[in-house]
T-cell receptor
Framework: GENVEQHPSTLSVQEGDSAVIKCTYS??????FPWYKQELGKRPQLIID?????GEKKDQRIAVTLNKTAKHFSLHITETQPEDSAVYFC????????????FGPGTRLSVLP | GAVVSQHPSRVICKSGTSVKIECRSL??????MFWYRQFPKQSLMLMAT?????????EQGVEKDKFLINHASLTLSTLTVTSAHPEDSSFYIC?????????????FGPGTRLTVL
């Protein structure tokens, strides 16, 4: 089955700096990669996603890049703000016919004012 | 649109009792719902996939007789933790796939924090 790794586990940046979180996946058949933001005690919220036929996607300060050959994808947050502080999870939709998401272990991002 | 609710948000129970958690899609039909468990500072671990009108598919290592899942309608799935023990204490989150929409999308409920004394 699919296995998703995520790095770093914790990340601290100064407000205004950029943050990058990287994920790798194992199943070359995976074709959908969402990123979720989860604040303490709350539900995960989808912030951006990318499909395997696209190499990059941007939404304001957030971007995701995908390298299918290397089986890794990254989340980029520019001009970070304190409200970006949260745990971020990457995920991959497993296999050709799978419905499930396999989540990475998460990255705790702290944006220091 | 695509709002998912869960009830209760918090529950404290004694060891040996059963607890039922409801997951509802409020403004859409969900052909598939997923149940996750999340321990403190850890990731979401899929427990089971629930399809309306059929038996749930459980992940390896998840006891189906302990975690009973019922998906009786296109808007409701329930998870019952039977004979709960302290090690079952966790944050349980459901998610739902929107019927007839991009098949990849999942929307999460707010979660239920279960504490077993």
């Amino acid at each position: 089955g699919e296995n998703v790794e995520q790095h770093p586990s914790t990340l601290s940046v100064q407000e205004g700096d950029s943050a990058v979180i990287k994920c790798t996946y194992s199943d070359s058949a995976s074709n959908y990669f969402p990123w979720y933001k989860q604040e303490l005690g709350k539900r995960p919220q989808l912030i951006i996603d990318i499909r395997s036929n696209v190499g990059e996607k941007k939404d304001q300060r957030i971007a995701v890049t995908l390298n299918k050959t290397a089986k890794h994808f990254s989340l980029h947050i520019t001009e970070t703000q304190p409200e970006d502080s949260a745990v971020y999870f990457c995920a991959a939709r497993d296999g050709n016919y799978g419905q499930n998401f396999v989540f990475g272990p998460g990255t705790r991002l702290s944006v220091l004012p | 649109g695509a709002v998912v609710s869960q009830h209760p948000s918090r529950v404290i129970c004694k060891s040996g009792t059963s607890v039922k958690i409801e997951c509802r899609s409020l403004d859409f039909q969900a052909t598939t719902m997923f149940w996750y468990r999340q321990f403190p500072k850890q990731s979401l671990m899929l427990m089971a996939t629930s399809n309306e009108g059929s038996k749930a598919t459980y992940e390896q290592g998840v006891e189906k007789d302990k975690f009973l899942i019922n998906h009786a309608s296109l808007t409701l799935s329930t998870l019952t933790v039977t004979s709960a023990h302290p090690e079952d204490s966790s944050f349980y989150i459901c998610s739902a796939r929107v019927r007839d929409r991009a098949y990849n999308e999942q929307f999460f409920g707010p979660g239920t924090r279960l504490t077993v004394l």
